[in-house]
């Protein structure tokens, strides 16, 4: 992609497009297809990984005691071990 430029897509058409290709057997397509397919969706899924783990980690900022910011803070770790592992596993279904 040479010329990228960014779009605003609301997330819940973006979660919407996830669960539609999460059920879309693409079996029939050639190879390539269900490549780019495969890309699309682990793409998508990884922005919302990240979308989510930027709000865990508002919650460590906004806690107001220091229990409630150490569950923050695992709660942050969690899924960031997650998105590790989604990008280096790349498997999302």
């Given at each position: 992609m040479d010329n990228v430029k960014s779009?605003?897509?609301?997330i819940p058409l973006v979660k919407q497009?996830?669960?539609?290709?999460?059920?879309?057997?693409?079996?029939m397509y050639d190879r390539a297809v269900r490549d780019d397919c495969r890309d699309v969706?682990?793409?998508?899924?990884?922005?919302?990984?990240?979308?989510e783990l930027r709000v865990a980690y508002s919650k460590i900022v906004a806690a107001d005691?220091?229990?409630?910011?150490?569950?923050?803070?695992?709660?942050?770790?969690?899924q960031k071990s997650r998105l590790d592992d989604l990008i280096n596993?790349?498997?999302i279904f």
């Open positions: 779009v605003l897509i609301p497009i996830i669960d539609l290709f999460g059920c879309w057997d693409n079996s969706v682990r793409s998508l899924y990884v922005k919302m990984q990240k979308l005691t220091e229990d409630r910011r150490h569950d923050a803070r695992l709660e942050y770790l969690w596993d790349g498997r």
